[in-house]
């Protein structure tokens, strides 16, 4: 069925875990590290949420949570062939942007633990792989006619679902509380 001259088609399904697209894989490591780093050092540690200056690092979290719940959701149940691959180039893009800015503001604002300094070192590696192993996967997809295309991945799609729901909620509430500081921001 065509759409706006996007053709939809279906992809041939995983049967097992040896068949697991290694981007899913680095995308899943992905949001269990980044997790990690949200409630243990975000929360639990540096409680973030509650400091009375954190409103541009809360906007940047919530850009990144946002993002990657986006990326969970397209990677899990598609492959983006021709230039719908370009989308999620671009959302790769922002988030390593996003990241970049949100390094030089955490480093500027507060003592990272290091805990959130050995994660993030995970994390910058990883997204390395992601980077690469999800390029690879788009470099060969543009050579496709436009699409997108259901994947049965199986049960790291619904893994993937789950995060993004949970990297979308957190999104949202760390939107609110960004705004919340900038409404009792005496600089406002």
């Not at 995983?14 to 050092?41: K, R, T």
């Not at 993030?120 to 997204?127: D, E, I, Q």
Request: charged share 10%; proline share 5%.
């Amino acid at each position: 069925m065509a759409l706006s001259g996007w053709a939809w088609r279906r992809a041939p399904c995983c049967a097992g875990a040896a068949d697991v697209e290694p981007y899913l894989l680095a995308l899943l490591v992905h949001g269990v590290i980044g997790g990690a780093d949200v409630v243990l050092n975000h929360e639990l540690i540096a409680k973030i949420p509650s400091r009375p200056n954190a409103g541009p690092e809360q906007w940047l979290h919530s850009a990144r949570e946002l993002v990657f719940g986006i990326i969970f959701l397209a990677l899990a149940w598609y492959q983006w062939h021709g230039v719908a691959a370009l989308a999620i180039g671009a959302l790769l893009l922002a988030e390593l942007v996003i990241s970049t800015v949100d390094t030089v503001i955490e480093v500027d604002t507060r003592v990272l633990p290091v805990s959130e300094r050995i994660l993030h070192v995970f994390l910058f590696v990883n997204m390395g792989v992601v980077v690469t192993l999800v390029g690879q996967a788009l470099l060969a997809w543009t050579r496709l006619p436009t699409g997108l295309v259901a994947a049965g991945h199986g049960a790291p799609a619904w893994v993937l679902s789950v995060l993004a729901l949970v990297a979308l909620g957190w999104s949202v509430r760390d939107g609110l509380n960004a705004l919340q500081r900038r409404a009792v921001s005496p600089c406002a």
